[in-house]
C-alpha cells in the first residue's frame, strides 16, 4: 500500500507539466489568432483609402467620356477633346483610370494599391 501511494505521490509532478504545457499551447494559439486578426483590421483600414482613391479614379474616368459625348460635339476645336474611344491615365495621386466608351455604353475602371472600383452606364438611344 505504501508504494502504491508513493507511486501516486511521484505523478503528480508530472500532471502539473503536462497541464503547465497545454496552458501555455492554448495562449500561445490564442495569441496567433488575435495577431492575425489585428492585421487582417489594419489592412482593411489601409484599403478604405485605396478604395476611395480607386472610386474618384473610376468617376474621373466617366466624367472623360460625358466630356468627350457632350461637349466635344459642341466645342471641336478644344485641346480637351480627342477621337480616342479609351483613356488611361495614371492620377497625382498614384490611382489609375482606364475608361472605354462605345456608342452605347461607358465602362470605367479605377485603381489604387489593391483597390479596384468600376462605374459603367448604357447611353439611351433617341427614337424619332
Request: hydrophobic share 45%; charged share 10%.
Amino acid at each position: 500500500m505504501v508504494t502504491m501511494l508513493k507511486k501516486i505521490q511521484s505523478r503528480n509532478g508530472q500532471a502539473m507539466l503536462v497541464m503547465v504545457m497545454v496552458l501555455g499551447i492554448t495562449m500561445l494559439g490564442v495569441s496567433a489568432i488575435a495577431g492575425y486578426i489585428t492585421i487582417q483590421q489594419l489592412r482593411t483600414a489601409g484599403d478604405v483609402s485605396n478604395s476611395a482613391q480607386a472610386i474618384y479614379a473610376a468617376d474621373a474616368g466617366t466624367d472623360w467620356a460625358l466630356f468627350q459625348l457632350y461637349l466635344c460635339p459642341a466645342q471641336p476645336t478644344s485641346s480637351l477633346c480627342t477621337n480616342a474611344q479609351e483613356f488611361q491615365q495614371t492620377l497625382e495621386n498614384g490611382a489609375t483610370v482606364d475608361a472605354r466608351m462605345t456608342a452605347t455604353s461607358v465602362q470605367s475602371i479605377g485603381s489604387a494599391g489593391r483597390a479596384n472600383r468600376a462605374f459603367g452606364f448604357y447611353l439611351a438611344t433617341s427614337t424619332p
